[in-house]
């Protein structure tokens, strides 16, 4: 109830930068999670944490010397998330995924996990931040997200070599995941 709380009021005083009223399903968590290869993922990002409800099980997921930060910029959901994993590193722009990964010694991605609402973003910071995310990832990378309706699909298409679409009923609202993979030369579909 705390976290309902928690995004009800966020949604309200920022309805463009958080996409819902309430946290993500179990549901919808298991089915963005299902095609990571764990044993594989030397490097996992999350975009837009919020509250932290895949950030447990990505935690509970991931190799034991896998490395894993967190991208939240809003200061509340930040917080949280400090108070709740204590030990985890969370950068606050999207916009700036690749510097803060240098500036650290990071590896890029194998996995790059998003519960940003692109669909409330002004084209230029959606654009901004999928640029950030193809240059972040490993060649054969994943880049999954969700989002309420299929306006991502054309754009994420032209991006990824492949995508593909699933639909949870069993979330509030019912959501499209988008699971995409670069091809294995790192190189941008359609460019």
Not at 21 to 39: A, H, K, Y
Not at 93 to 117: C, V
Not at 128 to 155: H, M, R
Request: proline share 6%; hydrophobic share 40%; glycine share 8%.
């Amino acid at each position: 109830m705390a976290d309902f709380m928690v995004f009800l009021r966020r949604f309200f005083a920022e309805p463009g930068r958080v996409g819902s009223i309430i946290p993500s399903s179990r549901f919808l968590c298991e089915q963005m999670l299902r095609s990571v290869n764990w044993d594989q993922s030397d490097v996992i990002i999350e975009l837009g944490p919020g509250t932290g409800v895949f950030t447990q099980s990505i935690l509970q997921k991931k190799r034991a010397d896998a490395t894993y930060v967190a991208v939240e910029r809003d200061p509340l959901f930040r917080d949280m998330l400090i108070r709740r994993f204590p030990d985890m590193t969370i950068w606050d722009e999207a916009l700036k995924i690749n510097e803060y990964r240098e500036n650290a010694g990071i590896g890029k991605a194998n996995a790059i996990i998003s519960g940003l609402p692109f669909a409330n973003f002004p084209e230029e910071l959606r654009t901004g931040i999928l640029d950030q995310v193809q240059s972040a990832l490993v060649p054969g990378g994943l880049f999954i997200t969700f989002q309420y309706s299929l306006q991502l699909k054309a754009e994420l298409q032209q991006r990824f070599q492949r995508v593909e679409i699933t639909f949870t009923p069993l979330n509030i609202p019912p959501a499209f995941i988008y699971t995409c993979r670069t091809d294995g030369t790192g190189s941008r579909h359609g460019a």
